[in-house]
C-alpha cells in the first residue's frame, strides 16, 4: 500500500470530478495593519502578538480535472535553492514540488500556472535556476496573470525587482498570457478579474456539475476581512476591494460554495455563512 501523503503538507478534497488539492509552503509573521480602530482589529485577532503581527499561512492550489493540472500562486521556489526568499521569520514546509510528488503529479505534468496578483509570495515559484540560466519551473505549462498587473506595472521596469526577474523571464519565453474579464482557463476552471489588492488581482473559480470551490488570493488574508468588507491593508484600493468582496460573497453563499484563501492556515479550508446582517468565513 502505498504512503499516506503527509496530513500537515498536503489536503485533498473532490468538487465534482476536480479534485481540490492545498499544498502548504509554511507560514510566516506579519502585521496586516488593517485600516480598522484598533481596539477593534484585536477583537478580531485575538492571536496576534504585542506588535500586531498574526501568523499568516501560504497554500497553493493544485487543481486536477480531466487533462488539466492546475496550479494557483506558487508562492517561492523549492526550499533547497540557492536563494532564499526575503521573509524574516519564514518557515518552510518541505515545499511545492515535494507536495505534488506526494499526490503523484511532478514539475512536467502542470499545462496551467495561475498567478492571482503580483505580489512576490504569490509568484516567486514560476521561475528557477538551471546551472546558469533562469528558466521556468513547470516547463510545459503557460503562466496566467490579470492584464492590469503586468501592463503599466512600473517594476517591469526595474530589473532587480521580483516581477521583472520572474515574470519577466516567462515574457520573454513566450510563456506569460494576460488576461481580462472572466477567462476560462479550461471547462469548469475560471479566472475572474476582483480588483482591489492589485489592479489585476484575480480569483479562481472551480465548478464542477453543482459543486463550487472558489480560490481567492489576497482577497481576504483573515477571517475578520469577511466580517468587515471595508477592513483592507494600507494601499490598496478601498472601494474595489469592497465590491471585489461582495462579488464574491454573493456568488459563494448563494452556491455553498468552499472558499480558500492563500495565507488562511493550513488547510484552509471554509465557507462564507451569513451572520446577521453581514457574514463570517467558518472553517471546515
Known sequence: MADQPDATLVASRRFGDATVTLISEGTFPWRLELQAPPAAWRRAMPEADASGAIILGI???????????????????????????????????????????????????????????????HYAGVTTMRGDQRVARFPRARYLVGRHDWEGNLDRERSESALALHLG????????????????????????????????????????????????????????EVAHLDWISPGRDLHAMHASRERLITEAVARRATVVFTHAQFPGWGRIVPDGTGYRWERG
Open 59 to 121: 497554500n497553493v492550489a493544485h487543481i486536477r480535472l480531466g487533462d488539466a493540472s492546475i496550479l494557483v500562486d506558487p508562492g517561492f521556489d523549492d526550499p533547497s535553492a540557492a536563494s532564499p526568499p526575503q521573509f524574516p521569520g519564514l518557515v518552510r514546509s518541505a515545499g511545492l514540488v515535494a507536495g505534488l510528488r506526494s499526490i503523484g503529479v511532478e514539475p512536467d505534468n502542470i499545462t496551467h500556472v495561475l498567478i492571482t496578483h503580483t505580489h512576490a509570495d
Open 169 to 224: 523571464t516567462l515574457d520573454r519565453l513566450g510563456l506569460l498570457l494576460l488576461v481580462d474579464g472572466e477567462h476560462e482557463v479550461v471547462p469548469g476552471v475560471t479566472m475572474i478579474a476582483a480588483p482591489g489588492e492589485s489592479p489585476g488581482h484575480c480569483i479562481v473559480r472551480v465548478e464542477a456539475g453543482a459543486e463550487f470551490c472558489y480560490i481567492v488570493g489576497d482577497l481576504f488574508h483573515h477571517a475578520c
